[in-house]
């Protein structure tokens, strides 16, 4: 017993194919991860002094002296440090040069006004002042 079947064949051309079928395959690709907005430096700076009180002043890392010490890192804060501490070298021994003098200064005064070395004192002082003009 064979049975005769007939087989339809329906043909579309390419075109109306693509207007009736979609071929691009979405429902297989992942949808596009959204980005976030840019974080730019005006926006930390905004969010830095809106959490400024809430960071907590010590701490290896997020903390006050983590960002002052990794921007004094990366904004060479240690070679200014060691020129602010050169110059306040140098005004500690022209501080203690200016007591020195002042003493200097008091002692001849002292000598000046004693009743029993006036010839002399006068002849220290006179002397004291050639040499401070030759040094000049």
Do not use: W
């Amino acid at each position: 017993m064979a049975q005769r079947v007939d087989l339809n064949k329906n043909v579309f051309n390419k075109a109306d194919f693509l207007k009736t079928v979609d071929a691009s395959f979405k429902q297989l690709v992942p949808p596009p991860v959204e980005e976030a907005p840019a974080f730019t430096v005006e926006d930390f700076f905004v969010e830095y002094e809106n959490l400024f009180f809430e960071i907590p002043k010590e701490g290896e890392t997020n903390s006050h002296r983590y960002l002052a010490q990794r921007s004094g890192e990366y904004a060479n804060f240690d070679l200014v440090n060691q020129e602010i501490q050169a110059l306040l070298d140098e005004i500690a021994l022209l501080r203690q040069e200016n007591v020195d003098l002042q003493q200097q200064v008091f002692d001849l005064q002292i000598e000046l006004y004693t009743p029993s070395r006036e010839v002399k004192t006068a002849k220290k002082v006179l002397n004291i002042r050639d040499k401070q003009n030759l040094g000049q």
